[in-house]
């Protein structure tokens, strides 16, 4: 299994355009998490699915960002538009169900790198 | 609201040194914690998980209820323990069913020769 496959691996672009980053879950997994990672704030969640619904976007920052998941291999996180206070390192994860509703560990895409000017 | 707060954004110590990463956290409910490590050019992985009780690596970490601790320590640090560690807690919604991660903001370990 090649885990959770996420791209473009690096965006760069300028401020004011439509970014739309990738994700594929591990097949199997039911939940599917968005997160955002900088030097100033960390790894900060940004939404979660799960079975496909999404459940928490309470970590969207504005309206400018948004994220769907058509189906069971695919997620995508859009920002529209960019500015430079996105630039980050975005991370997918994915996971599935444990005992008793609580999840197993989370596992992490590659991060796609995001520059904007 | 939940909150992790990892102290020390930067940690360096020699090899063969003891090596301890310091998490708090805040959460009302029963807490699952978990430490998740970043090696150079590598993903985000999970280390290990306080409800397992394991040692990985030769890290362990206890969960403290009093001291709403769970800090990770190593006896002996090794150079390829130079990472980013970032202490997690895991919580749930009112119904129970669904959960998220809510990280520290992380610390880098440096092993020196």
């Known amino acids: 299994d090649a885990g959770v496959i996420q791209s473009p691996r690096h965006e760069v672009t300028e401020m004011g355009q439509e970014v739309t980053l990738r994700c594929k879950p591990i097949s199997g997994h039911d939940y599917l998490f968005w997160y955002r990672q900088t030097m100033m704030r960390g790894l900060e969640l940004l939404i979660y699915f799960n079975n496909n619904v999404p459940i928490d976007d309470s970590g969207m920052p504005e309206d400018r960002f948004s994220a769907k998941m058509p189906n069971a291999s695919f997620s995508t996180l859009k920002i529209q538009p960019s500015e430079p206070r996105d630039s980050a390192v975005y991370f997918c994860?994915?996971?599935?169900?444990?005992?008793?509703?609580?999840?197993?560990?989370?596992?992490f895409g590659p991060g796609t790198r995001l520059t904007v000017t | 609201a939940q909150r992790v707060t990892q102290p020390e954004k930067l940690l360096s110590v020699f090899k063969g040194a003891p090596v301890e990463l310091k998490c708090n956290y805040s959460y009302s409910g029963s807490p699952e914690l978990f430490w998740y490590v970043q090696y150079s050019r590598q993903r985000l992985q999970l280390l290990l998980r306080h409800i397992s009780r394991e040692s990985i690596k030769g890290f362990t970490a206890d969960l403290n209820k009093g001291e709403t601790s769970f800090h990770l320590k190593k006896p002996f640090a090794q150079e390829e323990d130079s990472a980013m560690y970032y202490c997690?807690?895991?919580?749930?919604?009112?119904?129970?069913?669904?959960?998220?991660?809510?990280f520290g903001k992380g610390t880098l370990l440096t092993v020196n020769p």
């Open positions: 997690a807690l895991s919580s749930k919604n009112s119904g129970g069913s669904n959960y998220k991660l809510t």
């Open positions: 994860a994915s996971s599935r169900t444990g005992l008793a509703g609580v999840g197993y560990e989370q596992y």
